[in-house]
């Protein structure tokens, strides 16, 4: 058979069947953290790129109105 690498532990592991495609990780707990990475990566990604369109874009409805200290007042979204 042929010897493959895990993409979560790098161990290298033999591929028990030559039937679909070849598998990335060497055990169920490697798929399951690796999961669970791509849940965190992909919610801070989401963030950054939430974060950095508002910073960029103006706001959807011109500008906000200041409040008494001169600073923005805070927009609720919901």
């Given at each position: 058979?042929?010897?493959?690498?895990?993409?979560?532990?790098?161990?290298?592991?033999?591929?028990?069947?030559?039937?679909?495609?070849?598998?990335?990780?060497?055990?169920?707990?490697?798929?399951?953290?690796?999961?669970?990475?791509?849940?965190?990566?992909n919610?801070?990604?989401?963030?950054?790129?939430?974060?950095?369109?508002?910073?960029?874009?103006?706001?959807?409805?011109?500008?906000?109105?200041?409040?008494?200290?001169?600073?923005?007042a805070?927009?609720?979204?919901?």
């Amino acid at each position: 058979m042929t010897t493959l690498y895990c993409a979560c532990c790098g161990r290298p592991f033999v591929r028990t069947s030559a039937r679909g495609p070849a598998p990335f990780y060497c055990s169920q707990d490697c798929r399951l953290q690796m999961a669970v990475r791509r849940r965190a990566w992909n919610g801070r990604t989401a963030t950054r790129q939430t974060v950095e369109r508002h910073e960029v874009e103006p706001a959807p409805f011109g500008r906000l109105p200041a409040t008494a200290g001169g600073q923005r007042a805070v927009a609720s979204w919901r």
